[in-house]
């Protein structure tokens, strides 16, 4: 594990180094097609670095933030859109290339106030969380005996608090290097009355404005002109939940380095597919009939962990990278728990 963390440092010491060409180099040619032409080489590097890690957290960490998130970033910063393209210095730069975090805008604070208002605090929130997660991980001891149905389902729930979980950690250091006010990354998914609400307005918001930024708005300016506004916002929602498809399978690869399947993109097509008919459904049968949240809150949570035990787990579980997880992350709190027992002993046998 200590030369994974070496590779993991110098894998982020080449990101930096790859950043600091893009803001000091690459900023001074024209937007467009020249700064695009330019910014080719970043891209290829972003996307090959992470393979040079082999743990799955290390390894998950670098490919979501650098092979993805901060690729779509600079492709964004080519056009001098962005929140790339309204960095103040370099560290402002490389802090919001790198960190899963977006700063906010005044638009972006109305629209968080204007949403559903919480029953508790956050931090209690998140504390509650922290407990389940560790709940969860107390239960898998008792897996062999669960139904698998169960099992599945404590999967679906410990992929979602994992995520969150791991997100709020990045806001501490995100918050000091970038600022205070900042986009929230989840908005209580479960809470979510449709397949449209869920995908749109809770479930990960930086990752879903960043692909609306870079995958809906220009597939629907691409397509406007041959389909009509009308099919264009639908074609433009697939392709938009395809590419994210294809990065999770990427993502896949690069955790369990075994070939494709297709199943997870399929999954983010067929929520695609029904984000549009839900939508289509809603303009012409809103006006008379619509479930009660009661009723669709529940049936879309229902739905979307069905559909990911069905499409989305079985290549984590059938290649062992559920196991390979749980085993690092085991090791890792044992190693820590060890570290600090050392050191209350240390402290015990100075002060005698």
């Known amino acids: 594990?200590?030369?994974?963390?070496?590779?993991?440092?110098?894998?982020?010491?080449?990101?930096?180094?790859?950043?600091?060409?893009?803001?000091?180099?690459?900023?001074?040619?024209?937007?467009?097609?020249?700064?695009?032409?330019?910014?080719?080489?970043?891209?290829?590097?972003?996307?090959?670095?992470?393979?040079?890690?082999?743990?799955?957290?290390?390894?998950?960490?670098?490919?979501?933030?650098?092979?993805?998130?901060?690729?779509?970033?600079?492709?964004?910063?080519?056009?001098?859109?962005?929140?790339?393209?309204?960095?103040?210095?370099?560290?402002?730069?490389?802090?919001?290339?790198?960190?899963?975090?977006?700063?906010?805008?005044?638009?972006?604070?109305?629209?968080?106030?204007?949403?559903?208002?919480?029953?508790?605090?956050?931090?209690?929130?998140?504390?509650?969380?922290?407990?389940?997660?560790?709940?969860?991980?107390?239960?898998?001891?008792?897996?062999?005996?669960?139904?698998?149905?169960?099992?599945?389902?404590?999967?679906?729930?410990?992929?979602?608090?994992?995520?969150?979980?791991?997100?709020a950690i990045f806001v501490i250091p995100a918050r000091a290097l970038i600022g205070p006010e900042l986009d929230p990354q989840f908005n209580e998914p479960y809470l979510a009355t449709s397949l449209q609400d869920f995908w749109g307005h809770r479930w990960n918001l930086f990752v879903s404005g960043l692909l609306r930024a870079t995958v809906y708005h220009p597939a629907r300016s691409l397509f406007a002109p041959v389909t009509g506004h009308k099919f264009a916002s639908p074609l433009a929602m697939i392709a938009t939940f395809t590419v994210s498809g294809l990065m999770h399978e990427l993502i896949y690869y690069y955790v369990s380095r075994v070939r494709p399947t297709w199943e997870v993109t399929w999954f983010f097509v067929l929520q695609g597919v029904c984000v549009v008919a839900e939508v289509a459904a809603k303009r012409s049968l809103g006006r008379w009939w619509r479930l009660h949240r009661a009723v669709s809150g529940p049936l879309t949570v229902a739905f979307v962990m069905v559909t990911s035990v069905w499409l989305f787990l079985p290549q984590v579980t059938r290649n062992g990278v559920d196991d390979k997880a749980m085993e690092e992350l085991y090791g890792l709190l044992c190693s820590g728990k060890e570290s600090f027992s050392a050191f209350a002993k240390l402290g015990k046998s100075t002060s005698m």
């Open 1 to 167: 594990m200590d030369e994974e963390l070496k590779v993991f440092l110098a894998v982020w010491i080449w990101t930096f180094a790859a950043l600091y060409y893009c803001y000091s180099a690459v900023s001074q040619i024209p937007k467009g097609t020249m700064r695009l032409l330019a910014l080719l080489p970043i891209f290829f590097f972003l996307t090959v670095l992470p393979l040079k890690l082999s743990s799955f957290h290390l390894g998950l960490l670098a490919v979501t933030s650098l092979t993805w998130l901060c690729n779509f970033k600079v492709l964004l910063f080519a056009f001098d859109k962005g929140p790339l393209a309204e960095s103040r210095n370099l560290l402002h730069f490389i802090s919001v290339a790198c960190l899963p975090v977006k700063p906010q805008s005044p638009a972006d604070r109305t629209h968080a106030q204007s949403r559903d208002a919480l029953v508790m605090p956050r931090n209690v929130l998140l504390a509650i969380k922290v407990v389940l997660l560790a709940l969860i991980f107390k239960a898998y001891a008792y897996r062999p005996l669960m139904h698998p149905y169960l099992a599945s389902a404590l999967y679906c729930v410990q992929v979602y608090l994992q995520a969150e979980l791991l997100m």
